[in-house]
């Protein structure tokens, strides 16, 4: 019943509350495949950013091989969906297809 009366739980709390509420936002505007490594990676990053610059606590190379890993794992898994998220005019066919092609025909 203490936690009750604690700030600190009720801040906690709301907090969770509004992430909850976000990324039921994202997922309602994304596909699932890019939302959620996007959103369950952020946070890992986060906290180890946190622990380090915030808390001063020690760190080893590898904490930062895993942050800059975990960002690389994401971008490749939602790099190919987040293509189709583009308009048609934006992207750009990687083939050379389209594009005049061999001999100069389009196609």
């Known amino acids: 019943m203490a936690a009750l009366s604690n700030w600190q739980f009720w801040l906690g709390l709301g907090l969770y509350g509004a992430v909850f509420l976000l990324y039921a936002a994202a997922l ?4 699932l ?3 959620h490594p996007i959103l369950a990676s952020g946070p ?4 180890a950013l ?3 610059f915030l808390f001063r606590e020690p760190f080893h190379w ?3 091989a895993g942050i800059v890993l975990a960002i ?4 490749l898994i939602t790099a190919r969906a987040a293509w189709h998220l583009l308009p048609a005019g ?3 066919p990687s083939t050379g297809q ?5 001999g100069g025909a389009g196609g």
Not at 28 to 31: I, K, N, W
Not at 98 to 102: A, P, S, V
Request: no cysteine; aromatic share 4%; net charge positive.
């Open 28 to 31: 309602a505007r994304l596909p």
């Open 90 to 92: 934006a992207r750009r």
């Open 72 to 75: 690389s794992g994401v971008t």
């Open 62 to 64: 590898t904490t930062i």
């Open 44 to 47: 890992v990053a986060t906290v």
């Open 50 to 52: 946190f622990s380090i």
């Open 33 to 35: 495949n890019v939302a």
């Open 98 to 102: 389209g594009q005049g092609g061999i």
